[in-house]
């Protein structure tokens, strides 16, 4: 399996422009997590789907930042209007549903580093 | 969130084993223990998890306090590869939310 694949790879934009970051996770994970990293905040969850359902979105920092995931090998984040503070690296992951409480094991991709002017 | 308390930078000599403990004291009793690492310029990377008992497998040895409120990831043999964040997660449900880690360099 490729891993998870996610691009752009880099992009650099203005301030004001729409952003749309992808995301397709490894075939037959049934979670997709979108994450956020900077160097102040760390690593942060912004929004997790099971089953291409959206489950948890308490971390999107505002009504700016919107994610889809419209079929299981699939999903986006959207950033519109971006603004300099939203540079950093986000990070899409999938897991494959498990017997236990709790996600299984977390596949990441390699990240998407934003970069907004 | 959950928090998990670690140092916040460990250093190790290369072949040596690493011992890196974390704290969660607030930890319940469905709460897993799961560690990532974050090698530079990747992705994090998952480790081990565990509930209760001490967990092996081929990267690394969990041992989880009989009263589960702290554990210690034992890399048996550290190499500059393992040089990276590691991070401690205690989590009930879907959510692993990463802390600051603790940043383990090598030594040669």
């Known amino acids: 399996d490729a891993g998870v694949i996610q691009s752009p790879r880099h992009e650099v934009t203005e301030m004001g422009q729409e952003v749309t970051l992808r995301c397709k996770p490894i075939?037959?994970?049934?979670?997709l997590f979108w994450y956020r990293q900077t160097m102040m905040r760390g690593l942060e969850l912004l929004i997790y789907?099971?089953?291409?359902?959206?489950?948890?979105d308490s971390g999107m920092p505002e009504d700016r930042f919107s994610a889809k995931m419209p079929n299981a090998s699939f999903s986006t984040l959207k950033i519109q209007p971006s603004e300099p503070r939203d540079s950093a690296v986000y990070f899409c992951?999938?897991?494959?549903?498990?017997?236990?409480?709790?996600?299984?094991?977390?596949?990441f991709g390699e990240g998407s580093r934003l970069t907004v002017l | 969130d959950a928090k998990t308390t670690q140092p916040n930078s460990m250093e190790s000599n290369e072949e040596e084993p690493v011992h890196l403990p974390c704290n969660h004291s607030?930890?319940?009793?469905?709460?897993?223990i799961h560690w990532y690492r974050q090698l530079p310029s990747q992705g994090p990377e998952y480790v081990i998890h565990?509930?209760?008992s001490n967990v092996n497998n081929r990267m690394a040895s969990l041992a989880i306090a009989e009263d589960r409120k702290s554990s210690t990831l034992i890399l048996h043999r550290a190499t500059l590869r393992d040089a990276a964040v590691y991070y401690c997660?205690?989590?009930?449900?879907?959510?692993?939310?990463f802390g600051k880690g603790n940043q383990v360099v090598v030594i040669p």
């Open positions: 075939s037959g994970h049934d979670y």
């Open positions: 607030t930890i319940s009793g469905t709460d897993y």
């Open positions: 789907f099971n089953n291409n359902v959206p489950i948890d």
């Open positions: 565990g509930l209760t």
């Open positions: 997660i205690q989590t009930g449900n879907n959510r692993l939310a």
């Open positions: 992951a999938s897991s494959p549903t498990t017997g236990t409480v709790g996600p299984g094991e977390l596949f």
